[in-house]
């Protein structure tokens, strides 16, 4: 598949590049892509949730009744769950959410991500660029000249320079992501990938090395 190369000011450039067919042009396994992004979600998760079992509320043992004649059940600890203050009965507790994923799922997973968003159209391969200073609008300007105002969008380079990263952080639209680093969520979770020519050679360098 052959994509038009297109400058950061959305113009083209004249020239075309090859998408890897291995890595943008598969079958989809939307099972896989379901088991990654799944993982990913869980392991963002703390885990730290904890509610107070019996033992560990404090509150007196003295008996609150008197055992028989208040027409109520027999009750000889304020400390359970039936009372105002007491524990919580089967509460949550500390635990992971940890999902393993295999390598090769993991991988299959991004190349149909990959393979959704080229078939879709929604894959854009810019030149290489840095800002020279750390402005939101010169970023905005970059943003606006591809036509992706208001659009979620992931722009992924390759050793982006502290000025384009803090350039960015301020469009709530807009994120940007290393390409050695480029996960299955953020793949899934955006309308346009935009991606720099450097960064697509390391993505496709770093699937030729697995």
Same mark, same amino acid.
């Given at each position: ?20 067919? &291995? ?13 990654? %992004? ?11 949730? =904890?509610?107070? &079992?019996?033992? &560990? ?21 304020? !400390? ?10 089967? #509460? ?5 959410? /940890?999902?393993? /994923? ?5 991988? @299959? ?7 959704? !968003?080229? !078939?879709?159209?929604? @894959? ?27 659009? =979620?969008? %992931?722009?992924?380079?390759? #050793? ?5 990263? @803090? ?8 994120? /940007? ?8 969520? &953020? ?24």
């Amino acid at each position: 598949m052959k994509v038009k190369v297109l400058g950061k000011d959305g113009k083209e450039t004249g020239r075309e590049i090859d998408l890897n067919d &291995e890595i943008f042009g598969i079958e989809p396994n939307d099972h896989s892509v379901y088991l990654s %992004v799944k993982s990913f979600l869980a392991a963002q998760r703390q885990g730290t949730h =904890k509610s107070k &079992e019996k033992w &560990e509320v404090s509150r007196t043992t003295k008996k609150a009744f008197r055992q028989k004649g208040t027409g109520g059940a027999r009750r000889g600890s304020m !400390k359970v769950s039936g009372v105002k203050g007491g524990a919580r009965a089967f #509460g949550p507790k500390p635990h992971l959410y /940890v999902l393993k /994923v295999n390598k090769k799922v993991k991988d @299959l997973a991004k190349r149909s991500a990959l393979t959704y !968003k080229a !078939k879709d159209g929604n @894959l854009i391969i810019v030149e290489d660029f840095n800002l020279a200073a750390a402005k939101t609008k010169d970023f905005a300007a970059v943003v606006n000249g591809l036509n992706l105002k208001g659009t =979620k969008s %992931v722009f992924v380079l390759d #050793g982006a320079d502290k000025n384009t990263l @803090l350039s960015a952080r301020n469009l709530p639209t807009v994120s /940007v992501s290393e390409a050695k680093s480029l996960n299955i969520f &953020e793949i899934m979770n955006c309308k346009k990938l935009v991606l720099s020519e450097t960064a697509l050679k390391s993505l496709e360098s770093n699937f030729s090395n697995n």
